[in-house]
């Protein structure tokens, strides 16, 4: 890295004060900041650590008095996250490495697009479709007949099953598994599971006849959209005869599960450990949090936020903010919170009030 | 796939309807459907979507008026996802490949079975055993002295620690880690974390003198039975002088935990996200809803169903279907939970009627 | 395995009682154990089992009648987890293979320790340092500019990103994930997620601008400390600006989710599925049960307990023990659960109460 000021400041589109042209090697919070550092502080909460640190410039809020603490130029970011987002994609300028390395085994038929580079020991299988500029890291693998769109990145070790085919610019992090088989197993006549469902609140289960799972076997791949990103260790499996479906521009953190046949919307956010049973759908622009888990064959409508461990055992409407197990709306379920809270103590009141 | 219905009915043991002779190369939902797919309607509710779609042949309910739907032959199917995984089998035809890549590192003291297919870059250790008509695939590691019976499906990433046995059949979907090391660790002295287990309900715990964890190594391997599955991502971690067990028939999904010497029975259900702590033992046929955890050394019955998110603390006797954190008896716990609901506004009218 | 009972005594630095010339092979639960093996009982409850299997010798209680069970030798283990980290560490002997495997993609810029292994298959990025002694598995990547001191043990399909740094005797389990990105995005104006959270129990969103989602890029990569050991198919995100941070002696277990910017302190332990979201700081010697959850940016004392399944919203005192979703101090948080087991009776009988 190494911009100046002004530099930075068109990148970001954002307004500079004082002298643009300082140049800056590296970014920094405020307090670990260097000279040649561009110290981070985008909010109030960092003036005196601005003043600790040794920046000469600075990413500020609006309305920062930054030659009051000792800058000789700053940058001011209404909007500090965003402004991290269009700096760090500055800063992350990946290397231009194309072609193929001589360890990679790539099939005969697979067709790889022009800009791309395949890293040491990954696998392209028969068919597959590399669109241009893509990266396939190190020991990732491409199954038969996976398409890509361009400027796909696939990270060391994530793997895409046979036929998953995304749009451009998809990212998958490392250890990813994309179009791995469905959980999906039947036993002969009813299994003691479909009972205990089909009679809830009875509590007891009779032994069931042939316990034998036979396999329903996933057919139907994964289909993802644009701008999609997939985690670390996430898991999306393959669909049982139409595909699973993530939409463009959805994010899903690492360890995420996506069961067979979910159907994800656009611009949604799945945080980290959510975890969708078989053919659930979601809506766009939705939001799960970290643990949040939604049982099979569930609709999820958009806009809906779903508070980190929340478990859903029934429909959501479109713009419901969720919480709980099981998930209900947030301000009921705060207030069942706060009434058994003060439950034990109503308790204690109610018996010494029959004994007065 | 290519098939007639005459083939197909055959295979699934089911009734034919109509014209045999019938030919088809896929199958579909009804209303994507094309001429030549097989479109599955094994539900009243697919009737209408049937009509919309443009197939002539179909998967049905018993009882379906499928000539009025504008079929020229149906399979009846009283048992909708038992014929599902006999028609996914069907139309998953593997590949015949067999052989040894020449990218693959095969240790020459391993015993490769007839008809083995090791894939690209697959590496096998020294003394490995892998039975006939197994298929390793790109990328998977199989560890020194793993034995393997016939027909196992290990693929791709996933890693088989030193020693693993498993029956015939194995499936490992990709990136699943069987005996890895268990997480097993002591202090030199009580740790705080003892302490607070012997005091629940204190609430406060004080500083240990010597922190440190000395780990406890993990020689007792992983035994697996005939028939076994385990899902992208999962991790069974071998035992600490006996192995961790997992009996025939059972099948374990996506990113579940199994800890070190646990001992889990005959065809039982494991869903994504659950996590059983180290020794805990779980009998036959009992199914674990996705997200379930299990505390450590408890035992769990046969025939337990444990609904989706239930956090158990305690054991649970054969055939019980519980739910919740801490986990009970789901018809408990439905109760309560709907008294909580009502909680609030109980409160609201004593704390009325004390005041009127 | 091949020692005399003196030999185990004196590595374990215990107290041997009777005849330690005593060869053993092998170590076995007591019901199990051959002539040969040294019996596991180090507590009164495996008395009888003793007296069924055929050992010679065993690690036994303090107090034991080890001659009344029929021994010959026996090694007193006042803390008995604690002479199975000696004991199992015995057994354990890593072989001392070391040297580059052929098949290895090994940058020429990299600098390999002495004594060090790299196994079949594995990528060691330009610029990386492996300290003495430290074993690369098959198939793990070890990415541009890590570092990692003496000793360490990288499983197969470990993936450590770029400029991880880590001290010495580093162990990361198969398939485990250090220095993905951070799930870090951010919408041009506030979202729909940023207004639930700013109005907490409105329980409704409405529906934003513009839905796409900025990418804020993780540069800051992963500090680990000494003696550090991380579960299989874990993941543990990379910083944005400054590094995530693991402490000395803390252990991380299978599947666990740490997000970007959490600084981990030294001694802690934090169980299977345990997620940690963005920006969290957990003190040291604290310990996590399986499932945990913390919100991001919240801070966990040091020597604070949390118990499996607890959900964390808020922050945490040094030496707490929490419990539960939303978590609270355990007594509270039992006590909650006493009254709300007991709160469907106490529905009815107000209710008859009423009409009486």
């Known amino acids: 890295m190494n911009f100046t000021l002004s530099e930075i400041a068109t990148a970001l589109n954002a307004e500079l004060q004082g002298d643009g042209s300082l140049r800056v090697t590296g970014a920094a919070e405020p307090g670990q900041a260097g000279e040649d550092d561009l110290a981070l502080a985008m909010s109030p909460k960092w003036a005196e650590a601005l003043q600790l640190g040794r ?3 600075a990413l500020v809020w609006p309305g920062a008095d930054w030659r009051e603490m000792g800058l000789q130029g700053a940058i001011i970011a209404p909007r500090g996250r965003l402004a991290m987002a269009g700096l760090t994609q500055l800063l992350d300028a990946a ?5 193929i390395h001589p360890s990679a085994v790539v099939d005969a038929s697979a ?11 990954a696998v392209i299988g028969a068919g597959a479709v590399i669109g241009a500029n893509s990266r396939i890291m190190e020991q990732a693998s491409i199954g038969p007949g996976v ?3 361009q400027g796909a990145l696939i990270h060391s070790g994530a793997r895409l099953g046979r036929n998953v085919v995304a749009g451009d610019r998809l990212i998958v992090q490392p250890n990813a598994v ?10 002969e006549s009813e299994s003691h599971v479909e009972s205990a469902r089909a009679e809830l ?36 499996d393959a669909g049982t005869i139409r595909p699973t479906r993530v939409g463009n521009g959805s994010k899903i953190d690492n360890l995420v599960q996506v069961g067979h046949n979910c159907v994800i919307g656009d611009h949604c956010l799945l945080c980290g450990h959510v975890g969708l049973a078989g053919s659930v759908n979601i809506g766009d622009r939705s939001v799960l949090g970290g643990k949040v888990g939604v049982s099979d064959n569930l609709n999820i409508g958009a806009d809906v936020v779903l508070t980190g461990g929340s478990i859903v055992l029934s429909n959501v409407p479109a713009g419901r903010v969720m919480m709980g197990y099981p998930a209900t709306k947030i301000d009921s379920q705060v207030e069942s919170y706060k ?8 308790m204690r009141d109610l018996a010494a009030s029959r004994k007065g």
Do not use: M, N, Y
């Open 201 to 236: 609140g009875q509590g007891k289960v009779s032994e069931e006849a042939d316990p034998t799972w036979h396999r329903i076997h996933s057919l139907g791949s994964v289909i993802l959209g644009d701008d999609v990103e997939i985690g670390a260790c996430a898991t999306i």
């Open 55 to 57: 920046a000469r410039a």
């Open 178 to 187: 994309i179009g791995g088989d469905g959980f999906s197993f039947v036993t």
């Open 147 to 149: 398409r890509l769109g």
């Open 95 to 99: 290397g231009a490495e194309s072609g």
């Open 339 to 346: 009434a058994l809270r003060r439950l034990p103590r109503l």
């Open 111 to 121: 067709e790889i697009g022009e800009g791309v580079f395949v890293g040491p020991l």
